[in-house]
């Protein structure tokens, strides 16, 4: 029963990880990006996250797959 929860908090976690990162590129990044005219801002920011959300991704989705097994 105990693992449910750890597998549950994992997917929580990453959720609230790859949606944080979504917000911060379309209330910060992206803004900034349209002002100066300059889409280069959006792809080093890519480029900077692009590991963590990629690991988040992979996370999510095999907590989702080890959540609805049960």
């Known amino acids: ?3 449910h929860y750890i597998v549950l908090s994992l ?3 990453g959720a609230t990880v790859w949606a ?3 917000l911060v ?4 990044i992206l803004p900034e990006a349209l002002r100066q005219q300059r889409g280069a801002t ?6 900077r996250f692009e590991r963590i959300g ?3 991704r992979v996370l ?3 907590s989702s797959f080890t959540y609805t097994k049960r």
């Not at 590129?25 to 910060?28: G, H």
């Not at 959006?42 to 480029?47: A, D, G, H, N």
């Open 20 to 22: 944080g990162g979504h």
């Open 42 to 47: 959006v792809s080093e920011f890519e480029q």
């Open 54 to 56: 990629l690991q988040i």
């Open 60 to 62: 999510d989705t095999w």
């Open 11 to 13: 997917h929580i976690l």
């Open 1 to 3: 029963m105990a693992s």
């Open 25 to 28: 590129l379309t209330l910060a």
